[in-house]
């Protein structure tokens, strides 16, 4: 199985710090966040890995090179501005190929996450009969958490059946990790900008998406004050 990261995103809420760093490029416990994935990736035996930018995008390729310093491979694919969520994952289905593909967001730090898990929930979800429309098949394969404090309504509901719905209660946060098939993608041009979000809630409610719940240590490293909070002493946080 491929992955790809997505990293084209401005950070804005991160300035100043991301005016000369890109959000994933900045540091937790002494390594950037986006080399805490590849290292986990690589130890899940996911070596092939994509890297989209745009943003100071030139500071990936000269920070992570080809990846061999971590025993990955990586490639890049540059976008002039960047093409969103779902736009840049279209961009680079070339890079990614056929076969389903696990995509994960930069700037989100869930040091103990196993990639292991993710590279069969496709093709467990096929043969083992589960339940769901006859004619069609899961599309993508979604983690959710608990709900943290910037998005306390959640994003969708989870049944039994491991089918993610739009509707429903109680829902859960979507951890911008996934499992996608590439014809997910295939009706949006490439360089064309399009957000993951929409089209996810679309195959939702055709019954075409499945997931199930981490509650592991997952961040969402948007604030300075989240990045201040992760590199704290264990003494400063028990202190606050």
Known sequence: MKAMILAAGRGE????????????????RGRPL?????????????????????????????ELGDGSKYGARI?????ETALETAGGIANALHLLGDAPFLVLSGDIYCPYFDFAQVT????????????YPADKRDICWLYLTPNPFHNLKGDF???????????GSPKWNFSNIGVYRPEM???????????????????????MVGG????????NVGTVAQLDELNAPPSAKKAS
Do not use: Q
């Open 120 to 131: 069969d929930v496709l093709h467990d979800r096929d043969v083992l009969g589960i339940p």
């Open 212 to 219: 199930e719940l981490y509650e592991g240590p997952w961040v």
């Open 13 to 28: 809420r991160m300035r100043p710090l991301t005016d000369t760093c890109p959000k994933p490029l900045l540091k937790v």
């Open 34 to 62: 986006i080399v805490w994935h590849i290292l986990n990736l690589v130890r899940a035996g996911i070596t092939e890995i994509v890297i989209n930018h745009a943003h100071l995008g030139h500071l990936f390729e000269e």
């Open 75 to 79: 490639v890049y694919s540059p976008e």
């Open 185 to 207: 993608f295939k009706a949006i041009t490439p360089g064309e900008r399009a957000g993951l979000g929409l089209l996810i809630r679309e195959y939702a409610d055709r019954g």
């Open 157 to 167: 509901a989870l049944d039994s059946l491991y089918n993610v719905m739009n509707v």
